[in-house]
């Protein structure tokens, strides 16, 4: 069994820009493209004036 995200044979990997993908068990950590990738560069802050 392939424990894979995307597998290609013969044939182009074409993700949609809105598809997450990353690294899997030890290969990598966190998601690529998408909203949920923004989670690692963002923080949420409140600000009450």
Same mark, same amino acid.
């Given at each position: 069994a392939i424990r894979a995200g995307n597998v290609s044979i013969n044939y182009p990997t074409v993700? !949609? !820009?809105e598809a997450p993908f990353g690294g899997y068990k030890q290969s990598g950590l966190?998601? /690529?493209l998408s909203r949920h990738a923004?989670?690692?560069?963002? /923080?949420?802050?409140n600000v009450v004036v």
């Open positions: 993700n !949609p !820009p966190g998601r /690529e923004m989670d690692l560069y963002t /923080e949420v802050k």
